[in-house]
């Protein structure tokens, strides 16, 4: 299994990710104002293959009873010993006075994963499951402090959900475009 429980193996991604964006942009490779979910799921994905990891993106879970599609992880990683899910989310501050207007709909869809995290955990009954939920927030000024407030309400929800046991890292934060950028981890072994 990758050694996910290292700040190291994130910090490793985040090196790479913030070299791809820069690379991205110096070419005006995006199309859109901010990474979207996607970008950032592939470029976790590619650091854990070449990590040696086996992983599946968009991995599925079932209701017993019916064989219904309950919900899904952004990736999963098979290990020998355990599996991992990991969630991926990214929210953003507008104009250095709130974050996005749509704070309340992306508090309730984090939560709602960290949810659908428990409840994939509950069905894969195989082998030992980990979980991470992966937050990537982008600010506008990094020598003002970016409402680290609704951080901490997240992280307060993932270790009311997780328990004093939960592993936090908060990673570097870069600048992307007039943006910058920081990354936050919750793992749960």
Known sequence: ML??????FWKGFWT???EETKELEDKKGFSYYLPKEEQIRAALYAYMRKCGGCVEVESDFKE?????VKGE???????DDAFLLVEIKRTWEVHLVDWSNKYGEHLASWKADLQKLEDMAA???HKPIHKCFFLVVFFDDSNKLFKKVRIEEMANHVQEKWGSSTIRFELDEFKFGKKFCRGYVWVKK
């Open 73 to 79: 992880a952004d990736l999963r990683v098979l290990g």
């Open 16 to 18: 790479g990710f913030e």
């Open 64 to 68: 017993k009873e019916t064989d219904k």
């Open 3 to 8: 050694d996910y429980a290292e700040e190291s």
């Open 123 to 125: 069905q894969q009954q």
